[in-house]
């Protein structure tokens, strides 16, 4: 797929809970796509100027709402938007250099309201970006300012342990991820640590007390990397991007059981990769049938692996579908069934075509 973006890399956390909410992608430097006739068409119009996480979202209609890095949010006339207060919507707690700063999710039952979900980055820290504010969201209402929307709560911090008191911040990853569950709540997860922290959000809104927690065997090396559910609900891909050998470590890609009903985060782990061999893991991506996932890893290369999620042994599934000169890469579904990735250092995306077969 050949596109005249400008940008480094293509890192976005893009969340949809019908296929028409996913027609608009804004990402990287300016560049933008439009799935509204079903294959991609590309945009110049977007404001964003960003190396890694981004999100955007449209209505159930196809109609684009917004769209942020997680520091700036712009509203469908791609105008910054204000607070209720007047306040523009910018220096907010993502950062530009954390994988998943942004995400959106829409309340399961008020079409007017949606939540914006940021994560910051130990890896930049200075006046204009403190070190890691870990992981808040803030609440947008549409309804306002003429139906584009207004901000309407400062930052709500959810790297707080509500049972313990713990404040889990400066630890926190720069993952991000959710997924509508069968009885129509929507869970936003993230992690720090060997934690899993998933906040069921209800008609009432982000419950921000009783997250729930879940203690994993195995602790993140790097804060570095995508976080993804499976479409289905039932697997959990992290990338732990860790790109040190020998006795300092490195990191791997990890398969975890999840129950979308719950919130529980399984301790059934599958380690899929080797820092040593595979290079480090960045981007993850399911199929749209949850039968395939593919990860993105750097080891002077950028490569993308395919594993089988159908057989009992993921790990001896492995084959290398694309290897080529570059940087680490981003990963991401989109509405028609495709898996697009960036080619860091060039203007193209790659894609793939068909991701419930071997590539």
Not at 19 to 30: H, L
Not at 31 to 53: C, Q, R, V, W, Y
Not at 266 to 295: C, D, H, M, W
Request: glycine share 10%; charged share 15%.
């Amino acid at each position: 797929m050949r596109n005249l973006f400008t940008f480094f890399i293509l890192i976005f956390a893009l969340n949809f809970y019908a296929q028409k909410e996913a027609n608009f992608w804004y990402f990287g430097e300016n560049a933008g796509l439009d799935f509204s006739s079903g294959e991609p068409k590309a945009l110049n119009n977007g404001k964003l100027s960003t190396d890694e996480g981004c999100s955007s979202i449209s209505n159930s209609d196809g109609d684009l709402l917004f769209y942020s890095d997680g520091i700036t949010l712009y509203n469908s006339k791609h105008e910054i938007m204000t607070f209720s207060d007047g306040r523009l919507a910018t220096s907010l707690e993502g950062n530009p250099s954390s994988t998943q700063s942004a995400l959106f999710v829409p309340n399961p039952t008020n079409k007017n309201i949606y939540y914006l979900f940021t994560v910051g980055t130990n890896f930049v820290g200075n006046t204009t970006y403190p070190v890691n504010p870990g992981f808040n969201f803030y609440t947008i209402d549409l309804s306002l300012n003429g139906g584009l929307g207004e901000v309407t709560s400062r930052p709500v911090s959810l790297d707080t342990n509500p049972y313990t008191g713990e404040d889990l911040s400066y630890s926190w990853s720069e993952k991000v991820t959710a997924v509508q569950g069968s009885c129509g709540s929507i869970r936003a997860l993230s992690v720090v640590e060997n934690q899993f922290f998933a906040y069921e959000i209800t008609s009432a809104g982000v419950d921000i007390n009783n997250p729930v927690i879940s203690r994993v065997f195995y602790n993140l090396t790097d804060k570095r990397g995508y976080l993804k559910v499976s479409p289905d609900g039932s697997k959990i891909a992290m990338a732990d991007y860790n790109e040190g050998f020998g006795s300092f470590g490195g990191g791997s890609l990890v398969l975890l059981d999840f129950d979308i009903n719950t919130g529980v985060v399984s301790r059934n782990i599958k380690r899929l990769t080797e820092p040593n061999t595979e290079g480090a893991p960045y981007g993850v991506e399911f199929s749209k049938q949850s039968n395939k996932l593919y990860v993105s890893t750097f080891n002077s290369q950028n490569n993308i692996y395919q594993f089988d999620l159908t057989k009992t042994d993921v790990a001896d599934t492995k084959v290398l579908i694309s290897s080529q000169t570059g940087y680490r890469s981003g990963l991401q579904l989109g509405p028609n069934g495709k898996i697009y990735n960036s080619i860091p250092g060039t203007p193209f995306l790659g894609v793939i075509e068909n991701p419930r077969c071997r590539c």
